[in-house]
């Protein structure tokens, strides 16, 4: 079961762009990279996944190096709101291989500032 | 449409005696999963069910604790005899299994947050 290590907390303030960089040196040839977003008392929300090279979406850009050790979620321009814990997962929940065995880890803890 | 949902959102009760608490999964998601986080902690996985598969609960932490689901959608997590460090925040989260090598997004509940006395 591939896990991963992520800073436990980072600083920014509104406007800056806030890279979050994870590392997965066990990470399978199956396995995909997923980062999650959690704001307190609620459950987590997913933001973004990727295999390799580079995803964007509305919210978030996901790089991955091509060794896929790693990966780096990156957030243009923070405001306040974005003030959460993000959680970078690996894992494949094809049916007979880890089955939905995720793990979250503590995430990062990112803290924006006006 | 709606969102998981889970109850009750709150549930203290006494050491020693039994809960049950209620995961309702998002229509037509065949895959639920259950989490534990604990204060300041991250998500720590529980329980998986897939369709009619045999659930995956290689996460239970003690055989105090059971889930079970009736068909193939509602869900119960059940704590025996509870203790003190059963206190938690319990997630419930569903997912559309699309098959593939990809991983599933998960569609998380808001938690029922048991305290133990």
């Known amino acids: 079961l591939a896990k991963t290590t992520q800073p436990i907390s980072m600083d920014s303030y509104e406007g800056q762009e806030v890279n979050i960089t994870c590392s997965h040196n066990?990470?399978?040839?199956?396995?995909?990279i997923t980062w999650y977003q959690q704001f307190p008392s609620q459950g987590p929300r997913f933001i973004i996944q990727?295999?390799?090279t580079k995803v964007t979406n509305e919210v978030a850009s996901l790089f991955i190096p091509a060794d896929r050790k790693s990966s780096t979620l990156s957030l243009p321009r923070v405001s306040l709101s974005d003030t959460a814990v993000y959680y970078c997962?690996?894992?494949?929940?094809?049916?007979?291989?880890?089955?939905?065995?995720?793990?979250f880890g503590r995430g990062t803890q990112l803290t924006v500032w006006p | 449409g709606a969102g998981v949902s889970q109850s009750p959102s709150n549930k203290v009760t006494e050491k020693g005696k039994d809960v049950e608490l209620r995961c309702d999964p998002i229509?037509?998601?065949?895959?639920l999963y259950w989490y534990r986080q604990s204060l300041g902690q991250g998500l720590e996985f529980l329980i998986y069910?897939?369709?009619?598969?045999?659930?995956?609960k290689s996460g239970l932490p003690s055989d105090r604790f059971s889930a079970e689901r009736t068909g193939g959608s509602v869900s119960t997590l059940t704590i025996q005899r509870t203790q003190q460090e059963d206190s938690a925040v319990y997630l419930c989260?569903?997912?559309?299994?699309?098959?593939?090598?990809?991983?599933?997004?998960?569609?998380f509940g808001p938690g029922t947050r048991l305290t133990v006395l």
């Open positions: 997962l690996v894992g494949d929940t094809d049916r007979g291989s880890t089955l939905g065995r995720l793990y």
């Open positions: 989260a569903s997912s559309l299994v699309l098959g593939g090598s990809s991983t599933d997004t998960q569609y």
């Open positions: 066990n990470i399978a040839t199956n396995d995909y």
């Open positions: 990727g295999y390799k």
């Open positions: 229509s037509g998601h065949t895959a």
């Open positions: 069910f897939q369709g009619n598969s045999a659930p995956d």
